[in-house]
Nanobody, 112 residues
Framework: QVRLAESGGGLVQPGGSLKLSCVSS????????WGWFRQAPGKDREAVSC????????YYTPDVKGRFTISRDNAKNTLYLQMNNLEPEDTAVYYC?????WGQGTQVTVSS
């Protein structure tokens, strides 16, 4: 079965850190871009960060640049998002996507 599975979400205080993981099963997205998206309550889903496969070029939405770091391990079919200095505005369900396939999402809540 082809699927993506995110993990690593949770509740964290402002200024804290979390590391999200996204594992692919049933396929290996080695030759494709892979990205993180998020959707906050009442808002549209937005792109957070993505990483190219060929040269590792990355993109970050301005809101997270300097705080989040995307990486991938093709040998493990895994995508990561290291999130530092989290803010309440980062609260959302975080999804990974590649090759038109979405994961089920993982909740990130930043609150004191």
């Amino acid at each position: 079965q082809v699927r993506l599975a995110e993990s690593g979400g949770g509740l964290v205080q402002p200024g804290g850190s979390l590391k999200l993981s996204c594992v692919s099963s049933g396929f290996a997205p080695n030759g494709y871009a892979w990205g993180w998206f998020r959707q906050a309550p009442g808002k549209d889903r937005e792109a957070v960060s993505c990483i190219n496969s060929r040269d590792g070029v990355t993109y970050y939405t301005p809101d997270v640049k300097g705080r989040f770091t995307i990486s991938r391990d093709n040998a493990k079919n895994t995508l990561y998002l290291q999130m530092n200095n989290l803010e309440p505005e980062d609260t959302a369900v975080y999804y990974c996507k590649t090759m038109g396939i979405w994961g089920q999402g993982t909740q990130v809540t930043v609150s004191s």
